[in-house]
T-cell receptor
Framework: NAGVMQNPRHLVRRRGQEARLRCSPM?????VYWYRQLPEEGLKFMVY????????ESGMPKERFSAEFPKEGPSILRIQQVVRGDSAAYFC??????????????FGPGTRLTVL | QQQVKQSPQSLIVQKGGISIINCAYE??????FPWYQQFPGKGPALLIA?????SEKKEGRFTISFNKSAKQFSLHIMDSQPGDSATYFC?????????FGAGTTVTVRA
């Protein structure tokens, strides 16, 4: 039973390019959560999605960032016109239902984005 | 603003020693306090967790101590082993959003 899959594991982009990060949740999971980890900091919540719905995007930067979780295929976090400050590790987690506080979130291995 | 503050940033302990990591929070609405362990190149994995109505929880060599009145909690790693070398994050939540501390890198010397 594969865990949460993320690809690519490492992504290098030049300033101004687009970055697309993919997250395939665990089998049977239809809820996805994206977090960002800046250097020397803890993970910070970005967005919560169900299939075809954005439930909570309160942690998403207002510009250049978007996320989707289509009916078929992985969830995608898209960063347009990347800047050096976007360099970070991006993690997704998944769950079979909306989490309560005591439910376990299962994290993927992350995508490390480097912006040159 | 950071809702969970964690210290120290890093620590080195000899094999067999005790590692202690401290966290403090502000939001009294938090009702669950998990700890995550992260190895290089991997995602965080749940290690142990506690609810605020419990003052201590022990699982193997890992113990959480919780002080609700002080809004503080800590992780103790007893009999530290080289395989425990990792980054440890405390977190707090009252729904699906985890608020993480900044992390503590633990190095266990053989």
């Amino acid at each position: 039973n594969a865990g949460v899959m993320q690809n690519p594991r490492h992504l290098v982009r030049r300033r101004g390019q687009e970055a697309r990060l993919r997250c395939s949740p665990m089998k049977g999971h239809s809820h996805v959560y994206w977090y960002r980890q800046l250097p020397e900091e803890g993970l910070k919540f970005m967005v919560y999605l169900q299939k075809e719905n954005i439930i909570d995007e309160s942690g998403m930067p207002k510009e250049r960032f978007s996320a989707e979780f289509p009916k078929e295929g992985p969830s995608i976090l898209r960063i347009q016109q990347v800047v050096r400050g976007d360099s970070a590790a991006y993690f997704c987690a998944s769950s079979p239902r909306q989490l309560s506080s005591t439910d376990t979130q299962y994290f993927g291995p992350g995508t490390r984005l480097t912006v040159l | 603003q950071q809702q969970v503050k964690q210290s120290p940033q890093s620590l080195i302990v000899q094999k067999g020693g005790i590692s202690i990591i401290n966290c403090a929070y502000e939001n009294t609405a938090f009702d669950y306090f998990p700890w995550y362990q992260q190895f290089p190149g991997k995602g965080p994995a749940l290690l142990i967790a506690i609810r605020p109505d419990v003052s201590e929880k022990k699982e193997g060599r890992f113990t959480i101590s919780f002080n609700k009145s002080a809004k503080q909690f800590s992780l103790h790693i007893m009999d530290s082993q080289p395989g425990d070398s990792a980054t440890y994050f405390c977190a707090a939540t009252n729904d699906y959003k985890l608020s993480f501390g900044a992390g503590t890198t633990v190095t266990v010397r053989a």
